[in-house]
């Protein structure tokens, strides 16, 4: 990280004066701490990738094949006549700039390339030139750049300089969705061979051993059976942890972070007590025992297989439906993109709560219910006993996790199930949450430590939103339903306010659950003393 040293007054002394150069000229310079590495050669021979070889964006020579001027052309054709979107998106941008202050990395950077409307202007310009007759008859006077390998590394540093986390649609009066503009730059960059390490690495892990971290099947199998030990530790209740279980009614995927990182290792705790509580017929896999899909950060090809994974392993398996766990962009593949890739499911049912009895009519077609939905769902029938004053030491906020807000729109079930297992909750400023929330800096595949700087301008706005209800109220918790955001918050935080730590929303609920024949707890789910607990021994959740 190269302003590792800069201390956070100085970082946010932010220039966001216009440069001098215009925008067309500007040469990037591949700063550390502000790009990610390159994809390993092995990691793109496993998923035969186009022009596999070493390189390194720092290298003037790129070795980019032969004819790569025409590959990127061609594949700018195919994807323009395949999405109707994205040939709109280019064209109908009128400039008028409300989305140019919104994305977190402009706020955090001042650099006006990262402004969405000048982030999608990069291939826009190039699209007008080989594609409008305006372009190609008048050139930089319509907007239009022929396109040279310099444009090819601009597109590398700025589209993985966007998070893909769609907060300036919201705020486009046209719904131009730069996303989807970064995310079919990244595919044309992929078609020359120029992918990240941090995205392409874990794709091929997923392959080779079922999830993105690389842990093979016997691993997976010990790291929850030493969870069921830390469960039995703390409630003296032995849970079950099935796994590979055929015929089982639910298959349940979460991210693999949820099972070897922290503070992702407390949220898996807290769904091992959940479903032994409700006793829930359900079962983990080893072959997908991934959640998430780092394939949608590299195109849509990979991330079709990836997704691919859960709906066989839930045929295999012979399972009814799948639940799945806290996860962000795992919700935006099932939302957004699920049903053309491989739906719809039409061989699993239409998912029911075999508790509460509710029929999932939203998971009609993908037959795949969030966890948060299916918490809250049991919460408001009063199917669980519940002891909020447990989590009495954290004073919480919620951060929405960008694809579950605002692909999928999960706002108040996370939220129902935080103000139903914690007596201290607020809120952070109106325009940072819900469909308005900003990105932790780190999504899609921005989260590696060579990036550290640029995560942590990308992440300043949600930090200063945080630090606003930590000096209102002495927030000390925030929680979030997303795994690459239990990773990325801890750092971030650390650097912009001390003193906040992170969650899973079902670290709480695990916390607050009073199970049928568990001992007196004395700590919660860290192992820490535990805060205290209501003289009625728990409390019947109400609506
Ligand atoms: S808000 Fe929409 S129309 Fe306006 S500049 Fe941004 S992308 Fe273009
Ligand atoms: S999608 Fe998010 S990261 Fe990308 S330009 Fe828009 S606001 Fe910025």
Not at 59 to 71: F, N, T
Request: proline share 6%; aromatic share 12%; net charge neutral.
């Amino acid at each position: 990280m190269a302003d590792k040293k800069l201390k956070p007054e100085e970082m946010a002394n932010i220039d966001y004066r216009p440069p001098q150069k215009d925008w067309m000229d500007a040469e990037v310079e591949f700063r550390r701490g502000s790009y990610c590495y390159s994809a390993p050669l092995k990691n793109q021979e496993m998923l035969q990738l186009p022009n596999p070889r070493q390189w390194n964006p720092q290298d003037a020579d790129w070795k980019l094949p032969p004819d790569w001027k025409q590959i990127i052309l061609d594949g700018m054709k195919d994807r323009l006549d395949k999405y109707r979107s994205w040939r709109l998106f280019l064209d109908i941008c009128v400039r008028c700039g409300a989305c140019a202050d919104k994305c977190h990395y402009f706020i955090g950077s001042g650099d006006p390339k990262n402004m969405p409307v000048l982030r999608a202007e990069l291939i826009r310009s190039v699209y007008r030139r080989y594609f409008t007759a305006g372009g190609k008859i008048f050139g930089r006077l319509a907007g239009a750049r022929p396109l040279d390998e310099k444009i090819i590394k601009e597109w590398y540093y700025y589209f993985y300089q966007c998070s893909e986390c769609r907060r300036c649609s919201v705020f486009c009066p046209y719904g131009i969705d730069t996303c989807e503009i970064t995310m079919l730059g990244r595919e044309l960059l992929n078609l020359v061979g120029c992918s990240t390490e941090w995205v392409v690495t874990p794709a091929s892990n997923s392959f080779r051993t079922g999830n993105h971290l690389g842990i093979p099947p016997h691993a997976f199998k010990q790291s929850l059976e030493f969870a069921q030990d830390e469960v039995f530790g703390i409630t003296g209740i032995k849970v079950d942890v099935p796994i590979n279980k055929k015929g089982a009614e639910i298959l349940f995927v979460t991210p693999s972070a949820d099972y070897f990182a922290q503070p992702h290792w407390f949220t898996l705790l807290g769904y091992l007590m959940l479903f032994h509580e409700i006793g829930l017929d359900y079962t983990f896999s080893t072959f997908a025992s991934e959640g998430g899909n780092f394939g949608l950060f590299h195109s849509a090809d990979l991330a079709k297989s990836l997704n691919a994974k859960i709906y066989e392993e839930a045929k295999r398996l012979k399972v009814k439906w799948v639940l799945g766990g806290e996860c962000g962009h795992m919700w935006r593949v099932l939302h957004q993109y699920m049903d053309t890739f491989n739906g719809p499911a039409s061989f699993l049912e239409q998912p029911v709560s075999p508790v509460t009895g509710t029929k999932f009519d939203n998971a009609k077609s993908t037959k795949m219910v969030h966890i948060c939905e299916f918490t809250a769902d049991l919460i408001y029938n009063g199917k669980l006993k519940l002891d909020p004053a447990r989590n009495d030491r954290w004073k919480v906020t919620f951060h929405d996790s960008c694809n579950p807000a605002r692909s999928m729109g999960l706002f108040e079930e996370p939220r129902y199930i935080i103000k139903n297992t914690c007596n201290h909750f607020y809120e952070m400023p109106e325009n940072t949450i819900r469909e308005r929330t900003f990105c932790c800096g780190s999504g899609a595949g921005l989260g590696p430590d060579e990036n550290m700087e640029m995560r942590l301008r990308g992440g300043f706005p949600r930090a200063n939103a945080v630090r606003y209800v930590r000096e209102k109220h002495g927030v000390n918790l925030l929680a979030c339903i997303c795994a690459i955001d239990k990773a990325s918050f801890p750092p971030l935080l650390e650097y912009w306010v001390p003193g906040v730590e992170t969650a899973g929303v079902h670290e709480l609920l695990g916390n607050a659950l009073v199970m049928q024949g568990e001992k007196e707890r004395e700590t919660d789910l860290r192992g820490e003393p535990l805060a205290g607990e209501e003289e009625n021994g728990g409390k019947q959740a109400s609506v």
